[in-house]
């Protein structure tokens, strides 16, 4: 899958972007590449490596990233032990997960998104599965 800024072409992207005069750039943060197995597993430090660099890459170029935490990507693991958002259990792993990217990103990433998902489309999912 390729897709603006992935690991083939992140410099050539952000590049452009600098050319076509773009001062922000929005992206998720994948909760699965930073916690693969959820609070309870190690953090991936090559996944923070990838997001510092892509965020020190984007403010060099005079680009401010906004970030999504969530954007219907949740680690396997919770999504097998929990059911993902359907058991109150997930807030705690998103809370760990959310202090994890403050404490890495947040100080360079200002204001960062949620979700990017909206009430109707959790609305949907949940009608879905009953």
């Not at 992935?6 to 005069?21: A, F």
């Not at 997001?51 to 949740?74: A, S, W």
């Not at 109150?88 to 997960?97: D, G, K, L, R, W």
Request: with cysteine.
């Amino acid at each position: 899958m390729i897709s603006v800024c992935d690991e083939n072409n992140k410099q050539e992207d952000i590049d452009l972007m600098e050319n076509l005069g773009v001062n922000s750039f929005r992206f998720s943060i994948s909760w699965s590449r930073i916690l693969p197995k959820g609070r309870y597993g190690n953090v991936n430090i090559a996944g923070i490596n990838h997001y510092n660099d892509l965020i020190d890459t984007l403010l060099h170029k005079g680009i401010q990233p906004f970030v999504t935490l969530c954007h219907y990507d949740i680690p396997q693991e919770l999504e097998e032990s929990y059911g993902s958002w359907l058991s109150p259990e997930i807030q705690s792993e998103f809370e760990y997960y959310a202090d994890i990217c403050f404490k890495y990103f947040g100080d360079r990433v200002n204001p960062c998104l949620v979700v990017s998902i909206g009430p109707g489309n959790l609305q949907l999912g949940l009608e879905l599965a009953r």
